[in-house]
């Protein structure tokens, strides 16, 4: 999902055939690829953006500074409202859903526990260049996305759907970037059905 979408192309791409099948939710794409992807983040992250190819070290640790508000707020319990002007208004009905709300919160807390580099690192590998060879992935690739993602738009999932040799996408109307929530079990069955 998201940021991991990277991760799991890249899984793909090694030779062997280990990974059969590949689900991106929500995930992004290559950002100086896509048009209009880099005009999206805020300016900060253009600020670190712009140190990208040659000097990846201070690119993170520019990404990292835009985390710490965020890491400040997941030491207590309003991680959830840094996201407002974010969330669809889709995203935004299920953060009211407790259950979710806490889940994020937790998921947050604990990807900022040890500090900020880590997703400062994992903005210059998935906003920076790409180093994975898309053409290598010869596995079927679903993507999910939301056509209300605020996140990743659809964009990054109409790129990859025309950049991945075996790729189908679906297109979620009225979706932001957090449809994973509710529809995990048809994307898990999706990925495992033996026709796929």
Do not use: K
């Not at 880590?118 to 010869?138: E, M, P, Q, S, Y």
């Not at 950049?163 to 069955?189: K, T, Y």
Request: hydrophobic share 45%; charged share 20%.
């Amino acid at each position: 999902m998201s940021g991991g979408g990277p991760g799991a192309l890249a899984a793909a791409a090694v030779p062997g055939g280990r990974v059969t099948r590949v689900g991106v939710a929500s995930g992004a794409g290559p950002f100086g690829l896509i048009p209009g992807a880099l005009d999206d983040l805020d300016d900060g992250d253009r600020a670190a953006v712009s140190l990208l190819p040659g000097d990846p070290d201070a690119a993170a640790s520019a990404f990292g500074a835009g985390f710490e508000p965020l890491a400040e707020l997941s030491r207590g319990s309003g991680v959830a409202s840094a996201f407002e002007d974010l969330l669809s208004s889709r995203d935004s009905e299920l953060f009211h859903d407790q259950r979710y709300a806490s889940a994020f919160a937790d998921t947050m807390r604990e990807a900022l526990r040890p500090g900020t580099s880590g997703a400062g690192w994992d903005n210059v590998a998935w906003v920076g260049r790409w180093d994975i060879d898309l053409g290598a992935v010869r596995c079927p690739v679903v993507l999910w996305y939301g056509s209300d993602d605020r996140f990743a738009s659809p964009a990054h999932g109409l790129w990859l759907s025309e950049n991945l040799p075996q790729a189908r996408l679906v297109l979620r109307d009225g979706e932001g970037h957090f449809g994973i929530w509710e529809h995990l079990g048809e994307m898990l069955d999706a990925l495992t059905e033996p026709d796929a």
